[in-house]
């Protein structure tokens, strides 16, 4: 009998655990399923062509129904992807048993990326012959300023030709005023020849002479004039190349027309006035390979 009772009371008390388990579990589950629905992202950005993923939180993919308000702008896959499609404002509405949620989307412009031109490539050019006297090249320049030196040197740098500064034997001063309108002035009204400093005791060995040189009251510095008439030139070629601070062409034009007048039995060159170290090489490449 007394056994009998400790069976059912045994058999009462699991029964009771069991009760209160089912109920606990009942409970912790109903919680997580009445609970407040969200979205991952309640605001979005997105670049055109780019495409983010919305979920609402506690529910898989097929329990939602995604749309949107503009699918020209962004739009939306039954799996909840967005995709930015062009610039403007759209709202992805998910709708589930329950209840809806939105996403205020905003898709800004792609972009647009600025080709650099493409780097202008330098011509190379091959150094002049030194293993013989014939068919070399001189830089002959003047230079007052230092423009007209700096782009001898990068032609000499260039092509590995010989080099001759052209000085006036009795300096020019320094000083602008006094050289621009005293004797370059007075030089180029009288046609002078003005004495020049160690000259070259000859230019025979070269066939190709480059005269560098700016421009001084519309032509040539008379000092370039001696230079080109201290020396036998028939056969020669000679390439002006110049640059002045005005860059007026028409004074370019006369220089060479003073130096054709110089270079007696030579051929004269066109030539180039610039100052663009681009186009200069590009000629300089032209005449040491033609």
């Known amino acids: 009998m007394k056994r009998r009772k400790c069976i059912q009371v045994m058999a009462f008390l699991f029964a009771v655990v069991l009760m209160f388990v089912q109920i606990m579990s009942v409970n912790t589950y109903g919680f997580a399923k009445t609970g407040k629905r969200s979205l991952n992202v309640k605001n979005m950005v997105l670049t055109a062509g780019k495409s983010k993923q919305l979920k609402v939180s506690g529910l ?18 039954k799996k909840g992807k967005v995709t930015a499609r062009k610039a403007g404002k759209a709202v992805i509405t998910a709708k589930f048993s329950g209840g809806k949620l939105k996403c205020n989307v905003t898709v800004n412009a792609k972009k647009k990326t600025t080709k650099k031109p493409a780097a202008t490539a330098v ?15 001189l830089v002959a320049y003047f230079s007052w300023s230092g423009t007209s030196e700096r782009i001898a040197k990068n032609i000499i740098e260039q ?19 006094t050289t621009a309108y005293g004797d370059a002035k ?3 009204d009288t046609n002078a020849r003005p004495a020049i400093k160690d000259p070259l005791q ?4 070269y066939d190709k002479i480059i005269v560098c040189y700016p421009i001084w009251w519309h032509t040539a510095p008379m000092t370039v004039g001696t230079f080109l008439e201290s020396y036998d030139l028939i056969g020669k070629k000679i390439y002006p190349v110049s640059q002045s601070a005005s860059m007026d062409k028409s004074q370019y034009d006369e220089s060479v027309t003073f130096i054709k007048g110089c270079a007696k039995g030579a ?16 000629y300089i490449s032209r005449i040491i390979n033609e």
């Open 60 to 77: 898989k993919a097929g329990k939602v129904k995604w749309s949107t308000s503009k699918k020209s702008v962004a739009s939306v896959d």
């Open 123 to 137: 011509p190379t050019v091959t150094p002049t012959s030194t293993s013989d006297n014939t068919g070399k090249v």
């Open 159 to 177: 092509t590995g030709a010989d080099s001759f500064r052209i000085e006036r034997e009795i300096p020019y001063s320094s000083d602008y005023q």
């Open 186 to 188: 007075t030089e180029a």
């Open 202 to 205: 000859s230019v025979a060995q």
């Open 267 to 282: 051929t004269v060159d066109d030539g180039i006035f610039s100052k663009n170290t681009t186009e200069i090489q590009t």
